[in-house]
């Protein structure tokens, strides 16, 4: 989106879930959509909805609340002309709402586990129903890079007669830390080159997942599209994701990340240590109770001094903070485990133990870092 708004596109973007507001999920231009246009698209939806559940039968269930903000990205990009749109899958792929659309290129960033009471207990499970975005003939950009389910997007793009750009053998990227990136892509006898690239989000896997939003201009460019060099470097330049290992407060050092399972558990203390000095660092955690709770708190438990388990307040889903403060206690013998239900209180907490060098982290669901983000934004002076 970023790359081809700095071409001179204009660019939707549906994305979930939101953070602060449900509003966020339908962007143009980087613009989220207003409250009254929101307002204006639901009530333009609501007659629909109510003739689609009449036609229902034998008690299933009409829409669902992902249709309905579907269909409201797709009209809200009508109503703004844009030239693009971005739409990211909401769950797995092959049954999700937005597999209704024609795109013009597939993409698959990575795979890990999640969801895998809808998605399957495999990464070759997990991968081919994200293979299921995949239309024939329809170009296809992966990043995924283990070998199982790279052959199941391999096999299934060949079936259906798609040309496939494989990270790792199509196109090659290397990080540079914290935030550059080098890309490489040889095609058709040609190769084009992007050395010392600056990215406005830090860590290895924004820089693989740069490397994939490379690939897929290409591909455009490939298919006509009009995107420089300049507007790539541009792009990459300023596009951020709130809560992404964003530092949100200096003295201390205050990062906020929506690590929610074992992948982006690991991708965050892997950017810490390769980004941030090394030193004492507290850790407020809450986590849902349907994720793998004991595999979040393995991989992060490690890497922190202290732990203060909380619980979010705005979602039933929380596990209990004092459930999760045993499991975390399970899982470490050098680190203090504190419990605060609150999650305000918490954050509290942590700031009040913590020297001005020293670094909090928010983490364990997108509930919990949009419980604290206003808190921590509104106060805070601008990170230098």
Not at 63 to 88: G, K, Q, S
Not at 152 to 164: F, N, T, Y
Not at 173 to 178: A, E, G, I, L
Request: proline share 6%.
């Amino acid at each position: 989106s970023a790359i081809l708004r700095a071409a001179g596109l204009r660019v939707g973007v549906f994305s979930s879930p939101h953070l602060e507001r449900i509003e966020e999920r339908f962007a143009v231009d980087g613009t989220a959509c207003s409250a009254d246009e929101f307002a204006a698209l639901v009530e333009r939806l609501q007659p629909i909805v109510g003739q689609l559940d009449l036609l229902v039968a034998d008690g299933q269930p009409g829409p669902t609340y992902f249709d309905l903000t579907t269909a409201i990205a797709l009209e809200h990009f009508a109503n703004h002309r844009v030239d693009a749109a971005a739409l990211e899958v909401g769950l797995g792929g092959r049954l999700d709402s937005t597999n209704v659309c024609l795109p013009v290129v597939s993409v698959v960033t990575s795979i890990s586990f999640d969801h895998t009471k809808q998605l399957g207990n495999s990464l070759a499970a997990i991968a081919a129903e994200k293979a299921g975005i995949i239309k024939p003939g329809v170009p296809v950009v992966s990043g995924v890079i283990e070998a199982e389910p790279a052959a199941v997007i391999s096999e299934v793009a060949q079936r259906h007669g798609c040309r496939l750009l494989q990270l790792g053998t199509d196109f090659h990227s290397t990080w540079v830390p914290p935030a550059n990136l080098n890309f490489r892509h040889p095609d058709d006898g040609s190769v084009l080159e992007l050395i010392d690239v600056p990215l406005a989000m830090s860590g290895r896997h924004q820089a693989a997942n740069a490397a994939v939003a490379l690939a897929t201009v290409l591909e455009l460019r490939n298919q006509g599209w009009c995107v420089s060099r300049d507007a790539m470097r541009a792009g990459l330049g300023e596009a951020t994701v709130p809560a992404r290992i964003e530092v949100v407060r200096r003295h201390p050092t205050v990062v906020l990340d929506t690590a929610h399972n074992r992948a982006s558990a690991q991708a965050l203390v892997d950017t810490l240590a390769a980004c941030f000095p090394q030193g004492n660092r507290t850790l407020v955690l809450a986590v849902s109770r349907d994720k793998d709770v004991r595999a979040i708190v393995d991989v992060l438990a490690p890497h922190f001094a202290r732990i203060v388990a909380t619980e979010f307040q705005t979602n039933p889903r929380a596990i209990p903070a004092e459930r999760l403060a045993q499991i975390a206690g399970a899982h470490t013998t050098d680190c203090e485990v504190a419990v605060l239900p609150d999650p305000v209180a918490a954050y509290d907490f942590a700031e009040r133990g913590a020297q001005s060098d020293e670094m909090i982290v928010i983490a364990g669901s997108f509930f919990i870092a949009a419980e604290l983000r206003p808190l921590l934004t509104a106060t805070a002076a601008r990170p230098v």
